[in-house]
């Protein structure tokens, strides 16, 4: 009689086999997820630095744009109104100008010292210019001296631009940089009042500083910002009559290091980000720079590094 089916022996054979090939896929399944997952997180991480540094090397393209910043004889704090009282904090900065590195870590605001020429710190303070779109015209459209203390009275245009001018000149205190505006070809900032469709400017006084207002110059107003991270958290703060106004900007952003090379009008950044935890331990990245703080904790993180720089043609 013909035998049917399969011995035991058979049947062992072949769920050994099927053990043996199902623990492989598995582990081929598991290694795929978290190959994806870890893709994943790399995606947020990149994404996040490239943000941290597209909002900072926004405004450091922009610094000091349209005003003269000289160390010696103190030009930039002088336009300010150092001499004069209820001027903006720039007139009482410390003699960096419009870019200022902090350190002190853990410890915030404190500025970076002079270490052979270069500024490093986990943060950085930068006065630049926001182009409005409103351009100056003066009677006749003669170009106007203006020397320290002196005002003038020009037109803005074009006019349907004037609906704006309120966010762009939200204050009338001239101790709030915000009420402070440059025309490039000046190269000297000025108080500006906005009342009756037109504006008036007006060069600091006791500055020992004279300029020239020319025709269809564009107005650009100033602000300052300054960045930093708290609790893998970047911040804004903006300039005012003081710091204020504090700003979640990103989150995932575990630290920053900055050096500003003032000879060669160099600022580099560097942001450490995180994409989220990463499951194993994280070694340091050796393109993080070797002053830069590294806490333990960063090694629980699937950690990434950007790094651009810029050239500060203004300063």
């Known amino acids: 009689m ?7 022996v058979e049947i062992l054979i072949a769920l050994l086999l099927s053990a043996v090939v199902g623990s492989v896929a598995l582990s081929v399944m598991k290694q795929v997820i978290f190959t994806v997952e870890r893709m994943s997180r790399r995606d947020v991480a990149w994404e996040r630095g490239h943000n941290a540094l597209s909002i900072i090397g926004h405004r450091a393209l922009h610094a000091a744009f349209g005003i003269t910043y000289e160390s010696a004889g103190d030009v930039f704090r002088r336009s300010f109104g150092k001499n004069e009282t209820n001027s903006p904090p720039p007139a009482q900065w410390a003699d960096r100008g419009p870019l200022q590195i902090w350190d002190g870590y853990p410890t915030l605001f404190n500025l ?12 950085v303070a930068i006065l630049y210019a926001v182009p409005s779109a409103l351009r100056a015209q003066t009677e006749d459209d003669d170009p106007i001296s203006l020397s320290e203390g002196a005002s003038a009275v020009i037109k803005l245009v074009p006019d349907n631009e004037l609906d704006a001018i309120a966010t762009r000149l939200p204050t009338t205190s001239r101790n ?15 108080y500006a009042t906005f009342s009756g469709g037109k504006l008036t400017v007006r060069m600091a006084g006791g500055s020992g500083l004279s300029a020239t207002l020319c025709p269809f110059d564009e107005m650009h107003c100033l602000r300052a910002e300054r960045f930093y991270v708290q609790n893998d958290t970047m911040y804004s703060e903006e300039l005012r009559n003081a710091w204020i106004n504090v700003e979640s900007r990103l989150e995932g952003v575990l630290e ?10 160099l600022l580099e950044a ?9 499951g194993f331990r994280t070694a340091r990245p050796k393109d993080w720079p070797s002053e830069a703080p590294w806490r333990a904790n960063f090694e629980l993180h699937e950690v990434m590094v950007h790094n651009d720089s810029w050239t500060l043609k203004n300063m």
Request: with cysteine; hydrophobic share 40%.
């Open 112 to 123: 970076a010292p002079n270490a052979g020429g270069v500024f490093r710190g986990r943060g």
């Open 270 to 278: 560097w942001v450490l980000t995180t994409g989220g935890a990463s």
């Open 2 to 8: 013909k035998r049917c089916g399969f011995t035991l």
């Open 256 to 265: 920053m290091w900055f050096e500003w090379t003032p000879s060669q009008k």
């Open 176 to 190: 709030d940089l915000r009420s402070w505006v440059t025309f490039p070809l000046m190269q000297f900032p000025v």
